[in-house]
């Protein structure tokens, strides 16, 4: 392989980019006796934190309609959809959906039109037991990643298989490693691995575990470090010899993201990017000084709610899980999870499909509107970016925005958007 795939269970994304000619707003910066340049940016205007002298940038919204929206409530065929997971834009407008309910990808045209469905359920060299990532590769590759078998599958545009490999688990692990990117190399980068037991030992209360991203290539049985990093807030609880695991409402969690030759990396207990290069060393490090903001105890109620209605949701896709013991004791440990008073730094970290930084802003509401700051790659600001209410960013450039809804009935659509983009004032 041409690309090295940075893969982790720090965070969640599904990005991919390339060289960028985008350049942003002058920063402070300046060089390390290491080296490591440091970028300090200014809150933009508009922002929360903003000062009377902050830069006012480009802002980005979405045009008034869709160029393209997939996914219908009735009927089977393609755009039936079970579960998306993820979506990659096509460089002749048309998306390839990835179904995590059925393994399956599904291509459509830039009008919608289907064109090919590939993958499936099952253990074979172009089958998932759990597809849950999409990049697009050099020369209009997709690959598909599954994060349970670490497997990788290729496909090209028209939907061929196109080869692919199982990376190596160590024995006694579970894998759980999220797809990020892709970085210069011939390596996969993945979480080390959960092993069942030691989280079933795990002791009550709120923990953050180290993490590790790891490198491996196809055949190696030992992985290299690529970077530690704390894991996501959880608050694990025993009730009646049982194990509960949830992440702490508004709870701190470390976000990766890959491209070109740069894995850039963030823990949002502060607002911090490290961008590293494919030996793990530290490049560039882009900070952005801001006070943490408070949550009210209305917000946090609504998103217990909110996590509450989720979480039945998705056992409701499960046989016999709706309305069982193990769904209630679920319930109840949402109800009385531990949050945090404060927002997380930042909410997401991506990397565009130009190579641009995207980092999103907390909110108490993650539903709702989606402010963006986006970055040039050596870290200076670019745009402010507005996302619609709803809209679960899934992959993004500088030209348009892809990403999942979800209607009133449970009905997931994937929805294609240009970007509206007016100059700073």
Known sequence: MAALLAVGALGSLVACGGESGTSGVATATSRDSAGV????????YGLAGASKSAPHLPEWTVADEPALRLGKAEGGGPQAFGRVVAAVR????????????????RAFDAKGRHLWTAGGKGSGPQEFRALQRLVML????????????????????????????????????????ELYGLVDGDRVATSAGISPQAMMSTADGVHRDTEAVVLRS?????????????????????????FQANAVLFGRASHVAAAGERVYVGDDARWEIDALDPGGKLRVRIRMDRAPKAVTDREISAQRKRRIADVKRELGQMPGAAGSRFAKQVVEHIRKATPRHTLPAFADLKVGASGDVWVKESSPDPEGVGRWIVLAPDGSLVAVATAPAGLHVLQVGPDFVLG?????????????YSWAKKDAR
């Open 37 to 44: 340049t440091l970028v300090t940016d200014p809150v933009p």
């Open 90 to 105: 096509l460089p002749d407008g048309g998306v390839v959906v990835a179904d995590g309910q059925a393994g399956e990808l």
């Open 138 to 177: 050099p020369g209009d590759t997709i690959a598909a990643w599954d994060p349970l078998a670490l497997h990788l599958v290729l496909f090209t545009s028209t939907g061929a298989f196109a080869g692919g490999f199982t990376a190596h688990s160590s024995t006694g692990t579970m894998s759980l490693a």
């Open 218 to 242: 196809a055949g190696a049985s030992a992985p290299d470090t690529l970077i530690s990093m704390p894991g996501r807030e959880t608050e694990v609880s025993h009730p009646n010899g049982t």
């Open 404 to 416: 999942r809804t979800r209607d009133d009935l449970g009905v997931q659509r994937v929805v294609l």
